[in-house]
């Protein structure tokens, strides 16, 4: 079956704009993770879903980044004025009772 | 921030030969989870280890965890080209907190033909 999928996989935004990164999660799995990855590092957890609550955003680092899953499936990660420290990979994951399933990844690029 | 420490950060080996990755850890964890990450891709999931597990085996891959000691070792026999990735420890602590994984900085691992 398909995977978790994420768009665009490439974004260049120019400092100040507005970016929206998509997660497709698997269907049926409840469970939804936005994590961010800097170059030569690890992903860092932002925040999760379950269904379409948003039950932990502790890791989202400025009130710039908000997230959204507002049917339960498809996910939005919006981050607003950007700034050039925001370039990193954006990664998503879905679960369905522990194991995650991650996507592709967005590679999101401030200049 | 980060809680595990891969060690080393680069490792480069011949093909065939064994590759051991090491992970250290800072809080109380309820599993211990190895991923792979190819450039430029998302992570693939290898392995779960369970705090009440010592070790765990899935095909050419080995982990052990050490709970007293807060580490944990991923042993890659008879390695092939294709294993050159990069390699990270995940764990989900005990006690509440944030509902994601907590990552180390990884280890990349080279497989040289």
């Known amino acids: 079956g398909a995977g978790v999928s994420q768009s665009p996989r490439y974004k260049v935004a120019k400092r100040g704009q507005d970016v929206a990164l998509r997660c497709d999660p698997i269907s049926g799995h409840v469970s939804l993770f936005w994590y961010q990855q800097a170059l030569g590092q690890g992903p860092e957890f932002l925040t999760y879903?379950?269904?379409?609550?948003?039950?932990?955003k502790s890791g989202l680092p400025s009130d710039r980044f908000f997230a959204e899953r507002p049917e339960g499936s498809v996910s939005t990660l919006k981050i607003q004025r950007t700034q050039q420290e925001d370039s990193a990979v954006y990664l998503c994951a879905s679960s369905l009772g522990g194991r995650q399933y991650f996507g592709p990844g967005t590679r999101l690029t401030v200049t | 921030s980060q809680q595990g420490e891969e060690d080393p950060q680069a490792l480069s080996i011949q093909e065939g030969e064994n590759a051991t990755m090491n992970c250290s850890y800072k809080t109380s964890i309820n599993n211990l989870q190895w991923y792979r990450q190819n450039s430029g891709r998302g992570l693939v999931h290898l392995i779960l280890?369970?705090?009440?597990?010592r070790e765990k085996h899935s095909g050419r891959l080995r982990v052990t965890l050490d709970t007293s000691k807060k580490s944990s070792s991923l042993l890659i026999t008879a390695s092939r080209a294709a294993d050159t990735a990069s390699y990270f420890c995940a764990t989900r602590p005990t006690g509440g907190g944030a509902d994601g994984l907590t990552f180390g900085k990884g280890t990349h691992l080279i497989i040289q033909p």
């Open positions: 879903f379950q269904n379409e609550a948003q039950l932990d």
């Open positions: 280890i369970r705090s009440n597990e």
